[in-house]
């Protein structure tokens, strides 16, 4: 996790300049992959599972009525986010693409 740009910016409270943050991000061995909570959890509940939710994406189910209100309620607080600070951006990069997310930031 050291490696992530997004989260060793703020680790110790010190800030690493821009170029090594973007040149971290593209740092990844080509064929590696991110391992998120969900993933993790995925992989923990079945080998299949997380395969196929890394390599035949189009396969999955679609969530069950509990996932889906954790996923809308995610939606809600970052709604009322933008709501609550009108001036923000919101940076639409997700995780699988660190730099541009970070070079959003820095805008």
Do not use: N
Request: glycine share 8%.
């Amino acid at each position: 996790m050291a490696d992530d740009p997004l989260t060793s910016a703020g680790l110790m409270g010190q800030s690493l300049p821009m170029e090594i943050l973007l040149e971290r991000s593209a740092s990844r061995p080509p064929g590696s992959y991110r391992l998120s909570k969900s993933k993790f959890l995925s992989g923990l509940q079945c080998h299949k599972r997380l395969y196929f939710e890394i390599h035949q994406r189009e396969l999955a189910a679609e969530p069950d009525e509990q996932t889906q209100a954790i996923l809308d309620m995610g939606t809600a607080v970052g709604e009322e986010a933008r709501r609550l600070f009108p001036g923000g951006v919101l940076v639409e990069a997700d995780h699988r693409h660190p730099t541009e997310a970070l070079r959003r930031t820095v805008e």
